[in-house]
């Protein structure tokens, strides 16, 4: 694993003409979001996921994961090939408490 | 980038990020090195949240007292974003008698420690939480009790410390603390290696690999802890909830989901290996608490689950010391999955420990030479 130092300078911060632009549904997270938050040292999907949320709604970023992961990629001047993926977490779909409560055949 | 500054913090959880933090507003040059490629990836980001007094072990109650009343109010606007910090109390709640005496030696515990909490009745609970099911017959009421975002705490202590110029760098394994002229000055990393005058160890369970390096070793194992978080819906409650029995823990999050936690029992019994996936069992498990206590939230539904791992020390509290066989060596871990409450007055004490100030309060409770063999 190579080592990132969180310090290094990123080019200068430019607002951009479609940063009102929502990115996350769920959450209605925009792309200027995104973008200030790898300037503010979010470097990766995990880390600007719990700092915004984008990803963390109803879809669990089904819908939005990769254009976030392009967006941070963009912002930090590499391929978004080189980031990893955001965890996949249980339930693949959101699913009531009752429903979840019942996994061993119990009726409460 | 030169490789030497003042102190060198290994991991970048929410106690090193916090740690970092006051050493930088102090004025002095910090290099955090964090093993995962991600900041706070460890217990910091996958624990309940609770900004608890309540429930205590004595040891740790001033420790947080001195957080609630110093720290945790001005945290979000001294690290100049919202942490979701909400003091809306805590409810512990009971539904037999044994639930009854549980809570009771509990509170009786924390208010001989100096802490304002209570016992109160179902008509008391139900008054300040409406949603309350009916066979709650009672519970124990901390009213400055609760909770906070751990995953914006643990990134707002980052994004401020980054500000004052605090070095991190991820993706960086420390492999070996080095003594200098009988001082702990040297740390070699993976990828380089660091000086400094004063090294902090906070790693949570992975402490124990670096201290080795230096004789060290505190007695802790890992422990799971599994949380899950459901849809957001209208605000409904704030206090900080929890039962005799520990069925489950949670609260409502600003954004409007909850989040809650619970134990299977089988805890410590984990491989201990990686980054441990949330278990098939615990979060039916802790679904099934929640609704014994409020029925209401049945068809709320389940959008993740997650775990992560405790440093569960032998005696339950951490290791905050400055241990005489290495000097400057500074270490904080063992916080065996209550360390989010107290992160800002141990990185506090931490940060004075690091370069030699007195501590803001007594730690001696806290001593890596409190174990002793049994024979």
New interface residues.
Partial sequence: ???????RNLTEYIPAADDDMIVCRCEEVTKGEIRRAVH?????I??VR??L?CG???C?GQTCARLVKTIIARELGVSPGEL?DA?A???TR?????I?????G?S? | ?SNVSDVIVIGAGVIGNATAYYLAKKGYSVTVLEKS?????GGS?RNGGGVRQSGRHPAELPLVMYGVQNLWPNLSEELGMDVEYYQQGNLRLGKTLEHIKILENLTNSAASGGLDVRMIDYGDAKEICPYLSEEVVGASWCPTDGHANP??T??AY??AA?RL?V???????ALEIRKIGGRARQVA????VYNADSIVVTAGIDSNRILASVGLKVPMNPALLECL????CPPMFYQMLGTAMADFYGHQSK?GSFVFGGTTGFEPYTSGVGVP??T??S??GT??G???YFPV??????????AGYMDDCFDHIPVIDTPSEVPGLVIGCGFSGHGFGISPTAAAVLAQLAVEETPVMDISQFKYDRFKVRG
């Fill in positions: 694993m190579s080592a990132i130092d969180r310090n503010d040292g979010m470097f990766n995990h880390e719990r700092f949320r963390m709604g109803l669990q990893a965890t977490r249980a339930p959101p699913v009531e408490m009752y979840f409560a019942k996994e061993r119990r409460e | 980038m490629e991600y900041i706070g990836n980001s995953l914006l643990t990134l980052y994004r980054r110029g070095r991190f760098v991820s993706g960086e394994a990393a993976e990828n380089g978080v459901t849809e957001d954004h996936p949330a098939p069992s979060a039916p679904c099934r929640i609704i014994k939230l049945k068809d709320l539904k389940i959008v993740r689950a997650w």
